[in-house]
């Protein structure tokens, strides 16, 4: 993961996150897929309340909080994460990065919804129909309160090419350099 | 997804306004790079201090004061950016009125020539003729209905003239009745003034006596 987004407040985690038996996968198959439905539902609300974009397989992630209860001195496995970012793609809340599948963007806002508050955005407040650049969208001065503040560039580079695809923008400069992208959002 | 309409295109205003927002982009990264390095600036002179090394410090805060300048040059350039940005987009508004108005007149010719001069004229001309022809056939047809009115008016005339003069018979034998008062009558006597009125008909007596038989 990586995010430079402070939130506000703490993460409060659910109480199934205090049960120990939370963080090593179940054997019986109906408790199994309980857990993994749990997991699922925390990793989504974290990932929301963090601005995650994204997560991966890497040793250090398993040292984030949401993956280490310190308190009970439990931690999720390697392969227990592998299964829990499965079933997250499975939930469409996430994607592999490559066919490598060791990283996910975490997609705690689908793309189209990503899309729409794009374009709410530019709506109310002045830039639909102008010119605007990937940088200025993503981290310009007048941003900096909205939930896409320095969103991961490559899910940025996704919801503009889905609203480019829906036509919901003009694109005047594609540009692999998410920064130098040029667009109109149609208003 | 085929659907929607087709894609719109970048105009080179678009393009150009781009261009305008990606150098202010350029600057803004700057600033904050310059912001960085500013710091890190007055870090080293602090350090530097502190460790005795006055000619390190100073060199240290003369590059800090450079790139300060250059911040507030950059700010100057962003301004100047801005403002060409902000004229770039007024003109297209401008250019939009200037259709809309252009738009407007375009419509007023046309409305103008669809109503021109010698068409007002030629169409009032029609109208006058429209207007004497519906009463030449007005009169024509006056007349003959005059005519017919003739007709019945001396009809009615006549009809008025008989009920007048019927009206008249009817009282004439009321008339001897009263204006002989000293005349020694007998019955007799009596009918032959009816019977003097009696020449025009017996109509005269159930106008006469008409509320019994009817």
Redesign the interface.
Same mark, same amino acid.
């Given at each position: 993961m990586s995010t430079n987004y402070a939130p506000p407040v703490p993460f409060e985690f659910p109480p199934i996150y205090s049960f120990p038996p939370f963080f090593t996968l179940q054997p019986h198959a109906p408790s199994r897929d309980k857990q993994v439905t749990a997991w699922v539902d925390l990793i989504r609300a974290y990932c929301t309340h963090h601005r995650v974009y994204r997560l991966s397989l890497n040793a250090s992630i398993l040292d984030l909080p949401l993956f280490r209860n310190a308190a009970l001195n439990r931690s999720v496995s390697r392969d227990m994460l592998h299964t829990l970012l499965t079933a997250l793609v499975k939930a469409d809340l996430a994607e592999w990065t490559s066919k490598s599948k060791t990283h996910v963007f975490v997609y705690w806002k689908s793309l189209s919804e990503w899309s729409d508050t794009l374009v709410a955005w530019a709506k109310d407040n002045g830039f639909a129909n /102008? &010119? &605007? /650049?990937g940088?200025?969208v993503r981290l310009? $001065?007048y941003v900096t309160d909205q939930e896409f503040y320095a969103m991961d560039e490559a899910v940025f580079a996704k919801v503009v090419a889905h609203l480019d695809?829906? +036509?919901r923008i003009?694109? *005047?400069?594609p540009s692999s350099n998410v $920064?130098?992208l040029?667009f !109109?959002i *149609?208003g | 997804?085929g659907q929607?309409?087709s !894609?719109? !295109?970048?105009s080179a205003h $678009? !393009?150009a &306004?781009?261009e305008l #927002? #990606?150098q202010? $982009?350029v600057l +803004?990264?700057y600033q904050k790079q310059l912001a960085t390095v500013l710091d890190r600036e007055h870090a080293i002179a602090k350090q530097c201090l502190t460790a005795g090394d006055k000619r390190r410090a100073l060199l240290a805060l003369r590059k800090k004061k450079y790139q300060e300048q250059l911040l507030a040059k950059t700010d100057q350039q962003l301004v100047t950016l801005e403002e060409m940005t902000s004229t770039l987009?007024y003109a297209v508004i401008e250019k939009e009125v200037m259709a809309g108005l252009q738009q407007g007149n375009a419509v007023l010719q046309a409305l103008h020539q669809e109503m021109s001069v010698e068409k007002v004229e030629a169409i009032l001309d029609e109208t006058a003729e429209a207007i004497a022809y519906q009463k030449e056939i007005e009169e024509l047809l006056g007349t003959k209905l005059s005519e017919e009115d003739e007709a019945e008016v001396e009809r009615e005339l006549a009809q008025i003239q008989e009920e007048a003069a019927l009206a008249l018979e009817t009282k004439m034998p009321s008339v001897p009745v009263t204006a002989r008062p000293v005349a020694e009558n007998t019955g007799v006597e009596e009918e032959v003034p009816t019977a003097a009125a009696a020449e025009k008909g017996k109509e005269k007596k159930p106008a006469s006596y008409a509320p019994l038989p009817a």
């Open positions: /102008t &010119v &605007v /650049t940088y200025e310009g $001065d695809h829906q +036509r003009v694109m *005047i400069n $920064d130098e040029g !109109k *149609i | 997804m929607g309409p !894609k719109p !295109k970048a $678009d !393009k &306004v781009f #927002k #990606k202010r $982009d +803004r990264k987009e």
